[in-house]
């Protein structure tokens, strides 16, 4: 799908865009190299428009391996975290329609709304949580399992949150919290009387036409699979997100959409963002998007050393002043500095948002000033976030920069040290594991509790060994191995954390279960599951609950899966 007048635009910029399409033809040959290196699976769709016309459309690879099909501009995929842009979308149109004030204390529109913070609890806003700003450390563990499950239900939404601990003072601390977004989502649909996916669906789909765009999969075909990547670099189908209709994290990365519908979405954005700019206003006519100054606007700086530049965060975007550093809401920069993109090229504001979850990586930028927009959307989890790399590649193209990054040997550096991750904790775990014997198993057999009792971990011994299971799923068992004493390790290989559908996490202290006694009794699980506070240990409370009583429910349920397989569970919790 290519243009051929691009002269026609409304703002034709002969430097930019004389030979765009060349350019840009030019670069899916690099493209497929960069995924072909990056050891990406399954397929990616991107698509770049300047003004209101699409001058690239394309697909490499397919949306389902094994019956090799391709995806098209209908074909829907997660954007994952790209949902927090729509969600500060719908939060300015609340403002604007008087439902709520982005000023106002979120405890005045939730009763029950509670922080460990008194001073977020006190005078959190939405616009605090869209930024990002409270100081409060987000948790991901605490509601994601194996192939995306969500363990929480969403009632359980505030409580959880109730618990979450600071990592950083309010308001001047950043710190990417995905629950903050659930909580916007609370308000608005308090303030509306209706659930977010009807407030998506008719303050921003239907209005602009997206009629492939809702968080709720259809399963009517044209949708892609999703996949992880082994160390030898095959391909591993697993579960695809499933943060659904009121499923807890559905505003932090529910939606699921096409290139067609998400080209007319940051189309209409694009030219919303320059006209309430240019005419100092937070309105556009016959525009859904309002407040964008706001939304859009440098809300909390990025951690790190202050440059010259822009590095910020608004609403649901990443603010970048080109010449700098992007990518900074991906999993790259656990692997590697990132590249100045743009040295020796003229300034310009990138407006961007990565999304990721196991199976799938999103992106898009969008540069006001030259109202060029670039969406990539990959229906795999790379040992690299590859759509990120892609968008780089085709901006850098775009816009002839002089000194152009390598992202091919860029991508080459990260995947040797992704694929060696795991490897690299357990060396730093041997480092300084000890020699004392653990207890006798028995001991430490039995259910154990988070403080607000929604996060439950069952200790079994099967087979002369310990298993660790979380919130009684069968998904979600995982072998213990002794560490040093009471202290013990549930680290897994790189290609079986992946096959769970499970993200790679670089701290050691994430993978030690350490029990607590009091005398001889074990009476709870100490553990740092919390990657953000690595020093910080959450205490897990044994149950008074036997597992062998607790065990029926469970037991009833494993025997529609066969005899042979309840019969062994049963032995297991009797040894």
């Known amino acids: 799908m290519h243009s051929n007048n691009l002269n026609h635009s409304t703002n034709y910029c002969p430097f930019l865009f004389d030979g765009a399409e060349g350019r840009l033809d030019k670069v899916t040959d690099r493209i497929q190299e960069l995924f072909r290196d990056a050891r990406a699976a399954g397929g990616v769709s991107f698509a770049v428009f300047h003004d209101a016309t699409t001058i690239k459309l394309d697909h490499i690879g397919y949306r389902n391996l094994s019956e090799r099909q391709v995806a098209n501009a209908d074909t829907r995929y997660p954007i994952n975290s790209m949902t927090k842009g729509m969600v500060a979308v719908l939060a300015g149109i609340a403002d604007?329609?008087?439902?709520?004030?982005?000023?106002?204390?979120?405890?005045?529109?939730?009763?029950?709304?509670?922080?460990?913070?008194?001073?977020?609890?006190?005078?959190?806003?939405?616009?605090?949580?869209?930024?990002?700003?409270?100081?409060?450390?987000?948790?991901?563990?605490?509601?994601?399992?194996?192939?995306?499950?969500?363990?929480?239900?969403?009632?359980?939404?505030?409580?959880?949150?109730?618990?979450?601990?600071k990592i950083g003072p309010f308001r001047t601390t950043f710190s990417y919290n995905n629950w903050g977004y659930e909580i916007v989502a609370l308000v608005?649909?308090?303030?509306?009387?209706?659930?977010?996916?009807?407030?998506?669906?008719?303050?921003?789909?239907?209005?602009?036409?997206?009629?492939?765009?809702?968080?709720?999969?259809?399963?009517?075909?044209?949708?892609?699979?999703?996949?992880?990547?082994?160390?030898?670099?095959?391909?591993?189908?697993?579960?695809?997100?499933?943060?659904?209709?009121?499923?807890?994290?559905?505003?932090?990365?529910?939606?699921?959409?096409?290139?067609?519908?998400?080209?007319?979405?940051?189309?209409?954005?694009?030219?919303?963002?320059?006209?309430?700019?240019?005419?100092?206003?937070?309105?556009t006519t016959g525009s859904i998007f309002k407040n964008l100054r706001t939304i859009v606007g440098a809300q909390i700086s990025f951690p790190g050393q202050p440059g010259l530049r822009e590095q910020s965060y608004a609403g649901g975007w990443v603010r970048c002043q080109l010449p700098g550093p992007l990518g900074r809401v991906g999993l790259n920069p656990c692997y590697a500095e990132m590249p100045i993109i743009g040295n020796g090229s003229p300034s310009r504001l990138d407006l961007y948002h990565q999304g990721l979850m196991p199976g799938s990586l999103s992106v898009v930028h969008v540069l006001p000033e030259t109202k060029v927009g670039i969406i990539v959307l990959q229906n795999s989890t790379a040992p690299n976030d590859t759509a990120d790399l892609i968008s780089q590649e085709i901006l850098q193209t775009l816009y002839r920069h002089q000194n152009p990054v390598d992202f091919v040997a860029f991508a080459q550096d990260i995947t040797k040290k992704s694929f060696a991750a795991m490897e690299k904790v357990q060396r730093q775990l041997d480092e300084k594991r000890g020699n004392r014997p653990p207890g006798k198993y028995r001991d430490y057999k039995g259910t154990y509790w988070n403080g607000v009792e929604n996060f439950r971990i069952d200790i079994l011994e099967c087979d002369r060994a310990l298993k660790m299971r979380f919130q009684g799923m069968d998904s979600e068992v995982y072998d213990l191995n002794h560490y040093d004493g009471d202290t013990f390790s549930w680290l897994a290989s790189h290609d079986e954390t992946v096959s769970r559908g499970r993200l790679l996490a670089s701290e050691p202290s994430y993978f030690l279960i350490r029990f607590i006694r009091e005398g001889k009794r074990v009476v709870s699980i100490s553990w740092c599951w919390s990657e953000f506070l690595p020093a910080v240990e959450e205490v897990f409370k044994k149950g008074k609950e036997s597992e062998k009583a607790s065990s029926i429910q469970r037991l009833q349920q494993i025997l529609r899966s066969g005899a042979k397989k309840a019969a062994h569970f049963f032995d297991c919790l009797h040894r």
């Open 96 to 165: 604007h329609e008087g439902k709520l004030d982005f000023d106002c204390p979120v405890r005045h529109y939730l009763e029950r709304f509670k922080s460990s913070e008194a001073v977020v609890q006190d005078h959190a806003t939405v616009l605090d949580f869209l930024a990002h700003r409270t100081g409060i450390a987000g948790n991901d563990i605490f509601w994601i399992g194996s192939q995306n499950t969500v363990y929480l239900d969403r009632k359980e939404l505030l409580v959880s949150f109730s618990t979450l601990k």
């Open 188 to 283: 608005l649909e308090s303030v509306y009387g209706k659930e977010l996916s009807t407030l998506l669906e008719e303050k921003i789909f239907l209005p602009l036409g997206m009629s492939r765009s809702g968080t709720n999969w259809d399963n009517e075909g044209n949708e892609i699979s999703a996949y992880a990547v082994l160390q030898d670099g095959s391909p591993k189908k697993i579960e695809r997100p499933q943060l659904n209709k009121g499923i807890l994290m559905e505003a932090a990365g529910g939606v699921k959409s096409s290139i067609h519908d998400l080209l007319i979405y940051y189309k209409a954005f694009t030219y919303a963002v320059n006209d309430q700019f240019s005419n100092n206003s937070d309105e």
